[in-house]
Every structure is written in structure tokens, then in C-alpha cells.
């Protein structure tokens, strides 16, 4: 006999024998399916814009990340953005389906008229331009996009700032490829093997973005790819400390905690970078 078997005096015979948990199981799967259909999509923070190529006037169709659509997680030290839902480095090269001219999204308005003329006769005559099918794109479409924005910048003699800067945002997508296979992305082969792929090209591209940009700092003026001169000299000083170079390191982090334009956070992020420098140097 159910514990509600008294129901049937009262007229609700239907409810002698009911399961007096059931509802509650049934509402916490409901509201676990409402939290995961409310789970942000990447397809969600995308959209297709039509853009026009400064080198031949085709127009095109590339994926952009929607403008303050997708939430800011936090920033790595390096200046890498983590969004929900979304990596942003993904979408932020834009390449020319019909003569392969691929930059930055920052850069790819920027070409003087030497520049159209060296991408025409070294990249369009031999470039197979890939495509791309897929809702979003993928790991492996985007770090394509990133190589040939590379060797454009390369062939077009593009600012040391700007190839700096694409090794830099390459390195963020082999981190973020990294970070997503190691959360059980999908992955068809030896994901241990991908993954130590990945860390060290992300290591080779980040040497060269720190190359690049000591090379910019002593060559060109300010802003650079977007940034002022202390955000640049922070970014020098957290790879110069990746890569053991703490003189430079020292000096710069010096350079930004005496900054009369470096704001309180920056400042506050600079003593935690030297902190680390002078527990680095007491190992010696």
C-alpha cells in the first residue's frame, strides 16, 4: 500500500500509488537540458561579412566574431583573450578566396600599391586558395589562414610589428587548440602526440614574436598593432621572461613601473612579472 493510498477517501485515487519524487527528478532534468541548450554556440557569436580585397576588387565572404556579442573570461598574461563559447583568434584573419591576399583583419585594408603588386606576382599566380565549408572554423581552417597570412606579410615586406603579430595571435591559436583537445575535443589520431605538436610550435611562434617585436620597438613608432608603447613593453617583458631573458625583462618591467601613462592594473601586473623575475634570478 502507497503512503498515499489515503488519497482515494478524498476523491484522487489517481494519486495512491504516485511516485512522490518523481516531479522533483523530472525538474532537474528539464533544468539540466534548459542550461545546456542555453549553453553558448560558437555558430552563435559568428557571422558571414562580405568584405572587398585591396588587392584584386573581388569581394568575398568571410566568418567574423560578433562585436561585443561573446563574454570576456579573462586575459592571459600575454594578452590572449579567453571568450565563452568562443576562441576570437579563430576569426580574426581574413583571406581572399580569389587571389589568396590573407592578413590580419587589423592590416588587410593597409596595402600600398608595391605591396598589391608583390602579393599579385608571388602569391595570387600560385596560391590554391582553401576553402572552407564547415558553420565555424575549425582549429586546422584557421591556422591555414594564419600560415598564409604569415607568408603574405612576409612577401608583401610588411612591418617587423605586423609579422610580430601574427606569430604572436598564431601562438594563441595553438594554445587554444591545445586547451581544447586536452577538454576532449574532437580528434581523429594520436591526440598525445597532436598536443606535443602544439606546444611547441606555440613556443617556436612566440620566440619569433618576441624577436620581432624588440625588433619593432628599436625600428617604429607607437601605437603598434593597436597597442601603446607601455602595453608593448609589457608583452616584451612576459616573453623576454619566458625565454630567460631577464636583462631585457628587468629593464622593461624598470621602464613601466616609473611610467608616468602606465595605468595602476598594468603597473600592478608589472610588479607581479618582476616578483617572478627575482625569484627566477635568487635560483641561479
Known amino acids: 500500500m502507497g503512503i498515499l493510498s489515503g488519497m482515494a477517501n478524498l476523491g484522487l485515487g489517481n494519486l495512491a500509488n504516485a511516485?512522490?519524487?518523481?516531479?522533483?527528478?523530472?525538474?532537474?532534468?528539464?533544468?539540466?537540458?534548459?542550461?545546456?541548450?542555453?549553453?553558448?554556440?560558437?555558430?552563435?557569436?559568428?557571422?558571414?561579412?562580405?568584405?572587398?580585397?585591396?588587392?584584386?576588387?573581388?569581394?568575398?565572404?568571410?566568418?567574423v566574431m560578433k562585436s561585443g556579442k561573446a563574454k570576456l573570461l579573462h586575459a592571459d598574461r600575454d594578452l590572449r583573450p579567453v571568450y565563452e563559447g568562443i576562441d576570437a583568434t579563430?576569426?580574426?584573419?581574413?583571406?581572399?578566396?580569389?587571389?589568396?591576399?590573407?592578413?590580419?583583419?587589423r592590416f588587410f585594408p593597409m596595402m600600398t600599391s608595391m605591396q598589391c603588386k608583390l602579393i599579385r606576382e608571388n602569391i595570387s599566380k600560385a596560391v590554391r586558395s582553401p576553402v572552407f565549408t564547415g558553420e565555424t572554423y575549425s582549429y586546422e581552417d584557421a591556422m591555414t589562414q594564419y600560415q598564409l597570412a604569415l607568408a603574405c606579410a612576409v612577401v608583401k615586406r610588411a612591418k617587423n610589428s605586423e609579422k610580430a603579430y601574427i606569430c604572436?595571435?598564431?601562438?594563441?591559436?595553438?594554445?587554444?587548440?591545445?586547451?581544447?583537445?586536452?577538454?576532449?575535443?574532437?580528434?581523429?589520431?594520436?591526440?598525445?602526440?597532436?598536443?606535443?605538436?602544439?606546444?611547441?610550435?606555440?613556443?617556436?611562434?612566440?620566440?619569433?614574436?618576441y624577436n620581432g617585436f624588440v625588433e619593432a620597438r628599436q625600428t617604429e613608432g607607437f601605437p603598434m598593432?593597436?597597442?601603446?608603447?607601455?602595453?608593448?613593453?609589457f608583452l616584451v617583458a612576459?616573453?623576454?621572461?619566458?625565454?630567460?631573458?631577464?636583462?631585457?625583462?628587468?629593464?622593461?618591467?624598470?621602464?613601466?613601473?616609473?611610467?608616468?601613462?602606465?595605468?595602476?592594473?598594468?603597473?600592478?601586473?608589472?610588479?607581479?612579472?618582476?616578483?617572478?623575475?627575482?625569484?627566477?634570478?635568487?635560483?641561479?
Not at 594520436?190 to 602544439?198: G, H, P
Open 19 to 63: 511516485d512522490i519524487f518523481e516531479d522533483a527528478e523530472k525538474d532537474k532534468a528539464a533544468d539540466t537540458d534548459e542550461k545546456a541548450a542555453a549553453k553558448v554556440q560558437e555558430k552563435d557569436l559568428i557571422y558571414d561579412k562580405s568584405m572587398e580585397c585591396p588587392v584584386c576588387g573581388a569581394k568575398f565572404s568571410t566568418k
Open 90 to 105: 579563430k576569426y580574426d584573419v581574413l583571406m581572399c578566396s580569389n587571389c589568396g591576399n590573407t592578413a590580419l583583419s
Open 168 to 209: 604572436l595571435k598564431s601562438a594563441w591559436l595553438l594554445r587554444g587548440y591545445a586547451e581544447y583537445l586536452e577538454h576532449d575535443g574532437e580528434y581523429e589520431g594520436n591526440r598525445a602526440a597532436k598536443l606535443k605538436e602544439l606546444k611547441t610550435n606555440e613556443e617556436e611562434y612566440l620566440l619569433n614574436a
Open 225 to 233: 598593432c593597436g597597442m601603446d608603447e607601455v602595453t608593448i613593453d
Open 238 to 284: 612576459v616573453l623576454a621572461t619566458r625565454f630567460k631573458k631577464y636583462d631585457v625583462a628587468g629593464k622593461l618591467v624598470a621602464s613601466i613601473l616609473t611610467s608616468p601613462s602606465a595605468n595602476a592594473r598594468t603597473k600592478e601586473k608589472a610588479r607581479e612579472l618582476k616578483e617572478e623575475l627575482l625569484a627566477e634570478l635568487k635560483k641561479k
